[in-house]
């Protein structure tokens, strides 16, 4: 795995409280350059709005315990059935590059009002990220074992098991890492949990965090039976 990537994941924590310090513009820049980027290729509406508290600053986001964020990013695109999952894989993306350029991010489902999404017809909004300079750089969690999320062996090769690593350092809805990789030879297979909330969003972003760490040319995706 990527030495320097495997940092930013290591470094990257959900963040609640932001200081009153405005986006610069050449970050801003390399930030939408590549959310566009991410948007050809992932099919998505993905928008990052800058300069904008409202949405942060309403009953359910101060009872998510936020404050002060006035930049965030909109994940939505095409109704789908594997929609959640594109905008978790794809989102992740971005927060990575966020949190390379400097800046924290927090992903929220419901603890935020009403955004400045333009949707166009057919496409919905399925969930928004936090983004901005944290107060703090947020804090380690508690996390699963490999062998709690996957059929992990000693003799597994070492891509699987530094994609399996990487997954565990994903952010998922309320911590709840309820996600199982399975292998067959250079066959991988992701599931979600059963019970839970945001689960299929969750599991793009696991997969985005495994294929980052196993090196996507190392193996192939099966899809769930």
């Not at 998505?44 to 101060?62: G, K």
């Not at 709840?176 to 992701?190: I, L, P, S, Y």
Request: with cysteine; proline share 3%; hydrophobic share 40%.
């Amino acid at each position: 795995m990527d030495n320097e990537l495997l940092r930013i994941m290591r470094a990257r924590h959900s963040v609640r409280q932001y200081l009153d310090k405005p986006v610069p513009a050449d970050v801003r820049e390399q930030l939408d350059a590549y959310a566009a980027e991410l948007n050809r290729r992932g099919g998505l509406h993905m928008q990052v709005i800058y300069d904008e508290p409202s949405c942060f600053n309403s009953f359910m986001a101060h009872y998510g315990k936020f404050s002060g964020c006035a930049n965030y990013i909109i994940l939505a695109g095409r109704k789908a059935p594997d929609l959640d999952e594109r905008c978790g894989f794809t989102g992740e993306l971005l927060v990575l590059k966020a949190q390379e350029l400097g800046l924290n991010t927090c992903w929220a489902a419901l603890t935020h009002g009403k955004s400045k999404a333009v949707l166009h017809d057919g496409e919905k909004e399925v969930i928004v990220i936090a983004l901005g300079y944290g107060k703090t750089q947020g804090n380690l969690r508690k996390s699963k074992t490999a062998a709690e999320v996957s059929d992990m062996t000693d003799d597994a090769p070492v891509w699987y098991k530094n994609g399996v690593e990487a997954a565990l350092l994903a952010p998922t809805a309320m911590n709840q890492q309820k996600f199982f990789f399975t292998r067959e030879g250079n066959a991988v297979t992701a599931r979600a949990g059963r019970l839970g909330t945001c689960l299929k969003i969750d599991l793009g972003i696991v997969k985005c965090h495994f294929e980052l760490g196993a090196g996507k040319e190392n193996f192939e995706w099966r899809k769930q039976q």
